[in-house]
Nanobody
């Protein structure tokens, strides 16, 4: 069992940056595949990025490649999402998710067993 708590959301102008954090409780954090998803009003939950146990392998959805960076610190039980060059279309609630059944990394949200409560990111034009 793991509990996830996101932080770092807020309101930012287009072109700005935000850094999201997701703190995990419990042991064996380093054995969880970690991911970020987002959901905008009226839209389905969307895969944003994921990271392997070690942090050496990462995946991104095409719309954020080159702008977002996912990373993790297993000593701190924390995963991060650095978001640069933000656009209004990045506005959404961002969720942290954990998959205990690695090492395969999935983009399908149904594969992730644990979820945070979400943090709002609003990008104004």
């Amino acid at each position: 069992q793991v509990q996830l708590v996101e932080s770092g959301g807020g309101v930012v102008q287009a072109g700005g940056s935000l850094r999201l954090s997701c703190a995990a409780s419990g042991r064996a954090f380093s054995r969880y595949i970690m991911a970020w998803f987002r959901q905008a009003p009226g839209k389905e939950r969307e895969f944003v990025a994921a990271i392997s146990w070690s942090g050496f392998t990462t995946y991104y959805t095409d719309s954020v490649k080159g702008r977002f960076t996912i990373s993790r610190d297993n000593a701190k039980n924390t995963v991060y999402l650095q978001m640069n060059s933000l656009k209004p279309e990045d506005t959404a609630v961002y969720y942290c998710a954990a998959d205990r059944d690695g090492p395969v990394i999935y983009r399908d949200y149904s594969k992730y067993e644990y979820w945070g409560q979400g943090t709002q990111v609003t990008v104004s034009s």
